[in-house]
């Protein structure tokens, strides 16, 4: 299946690839199709001329011949007019400035050509590459991505405008507030960031260091879950956002340091997760890695090409029990495929969670019915505003072993503090069938129940087997 559209590498005498993206005319009445390069840091818009073996940008002034580009390919575009620097929300961004402004592909006349250029929003115009120069057009069109399409993107944020629609929660600092999935450009690479929105910031890591950045994009859209993986791999349908300044992938991940679960960068040579904390980049060789499960009803996303050498099936992990997909979610509604746990007292349904609490990423019982979500930990029972929901199929429940022996396809939700994984199990309390947690060879479930952890020698454990 093709996707709806990606970014493909070409040089000067390589073919046009199918479904590439036609974005005006030569004045000779040539096609021009829509590209990108880079050019001192900038990532630019490009003006592709088959017929002439060369892409075009514009930069201070000049226009500036290309023999190494990328072409865009797919469908569902459309040209809208615009003006004075302008673009709506589902603006195509090619790329950025080298200090972070983000540039779009905007298309004018000129002289019997229909040429593809950059929107410079903060300059107020469009810039097309023509007959040597730097031309500034006011009015321009924009090239766009069809909303009815539009499955996920990257859109442009800066850090006082609201949130926008469908943003990828990542995970949450350790104060609790929200972290969103973004990328940022630094030193010439194209980085996955942590957006804090509540800190008006987003923080990238480089170079051991934890970098503030006022410029950069938000990840928006549907269908995505997190997998956990180790050692720098990731799996096919794993999400890019950029690229090193030498070409080398980068993929969003995420971790736990220090009560927060933190979006980093997945470096792949380098064998780990890098995340952004504390000013410093720390280094996670166990983390999970954000993906994305492509419709079934063959809507568009975002692909990158990213070669089949730097992609690795990522290993399950003793107790993952495969990759078992763990949804951000709310309170009140749970998220599509939400596994059932079992019931409350009153009959309303229990949907299996985990949640971070000192240090410990622990199984909760999720009610939402009544906006509530639970957990059990010292002996009590802790109401928790930020966690994640299991989804997914191919789940079961088998009865606790009199030994504590733990099933081989048994879901955990982590590990405690002192690296002991924590499996899901379910026991009968009270009219209630209530989830929580299992410890290995403690023989039992605790699970919490009205104020307190309630311990439970007869219970069952969550497998999976699909």
């Not at 929105?197 to 879950?225: D, Q, S």
């Not at 980093?264 to 499960?293: A, M, N, W």
Request: proline share 9%; net charge negative.
């Amino acid at each position: 299946m093709v996707p709806d559209h990606s970014w493909i590498k070409l040089t000067s005498y390589s073919p046009v690839p199918p479904l590439a993206v036609l974005g005006g005319h030569d004045c000779d009445g040539a096609p021009i199709y829509v590209g990108r390069a880079f050019h001192e840091g900038d990532n630019l818009p490009a003006k592709v001329v088959p017929s002439k073996h060369n892409a075009y940008v514009c930069w201070e002034g000049r226009q500036i011949t290309k023999t190494y580009f990328e072409v865009l390919t797919g469908n569902h575009y459309h040209w809208i007019p615009c003006e004075d620097g302008s673009v709506p929300p589902n603006a195509i961004l090619a790329g950025s400035t080298v200090a972070g402004e983000p540039l779009y592909i905007g298309r004018g006349y000129w002289e019997e050509s229909l040429t593809v250029g950059k929107i410079h929003p903060s300059h107020n115009c469009l810039y097309i590459p023509f007959g040597g120069k730097e031309q500034r057009l006011d009015c321009y069109e924009v090239l766009i991505y069809d909303i009815d399409h539009w499955d996920h993107t990257w859109i442009h944020w800066t850090t006082h405008s609201p949130l926008p629609p469908f943003a990828v929660v990542g995970g949450h600092d350790c104060d609790g507030a929200p972290i969103y999935v973004g990328r940022a450009f630094h030193e010439g690479d194209n980085l996955p960031a942590k957006v804090v929105p509540n800190k008006h910031n987003a923080y990238v890591c480089w170079g051991g260091r934890e970098i503030t950045k006022t410029h950069f994009e938000i990840l928006t859209g549907n269908h995505y879950r997190w997998i956990p993986c180790a050692a720098g791999s990731v799996p096919p349908n794993a999400v890019l956002a950029g690229n090193t300044v030498t070409g080398e992938p980068l993929y969003i991940g995420r971790g736990h340091w220090q009560g927060s679960l933190t979006v980093g960068k997945i470096h792949p040579s380098h064998h780990c997760l890098y995340i952004p904390f504390g000013g410093d980049e720390q280094r996670l060789d166990c983390y999970e890695v954000l993906t994305y499960d492509m419709p079934h009803h063959g809507g568009g996303h975002h692909h990158y090409g990213a070669t089949a050498a730097t992609i690795a099936v990522c290993p399950p992990g003793p107790g993952f029990g495969g990759h078992n997909a763990w949804v951000p979610s709310s309170l009140s509604v749970p998220p599509p495929g939400a596994v059932v746990a079992g019931h409350d007292t009153d009959g309303s349904t229990i949907y299996v969670g985990r949640a971070f609490h000192d240090g410990e990423n622990l199984p909760a019982k999720v009610i939402p019915s009544k906006s509530s979500v639970y957990i059990s930990w010292g002996g009590r029972d802790i109401f928790k505003n930020n966690f994640e929901v299991l989804t997914g199929y191919g789940y079961h429940w088998v009865p606790g072993h009199h030994s504590g022996e733990i099933p081989a396809t048994a879901v955990s939700t982590g590990t405690t503090r002192n690296g002991l994984l924590v499996y899901v199990g379910r026991g009968h309390h009270h009219n209630s069938l209530t989830p929580g947690k299992v410890h290995p060879y403690e023989y039992c479930v605790y699970i919490p129940y009205a104020g307190k952890e309630v311990k439970l020698s007869n219970y069952e454990i969550l497998v999976k087997t699909g």
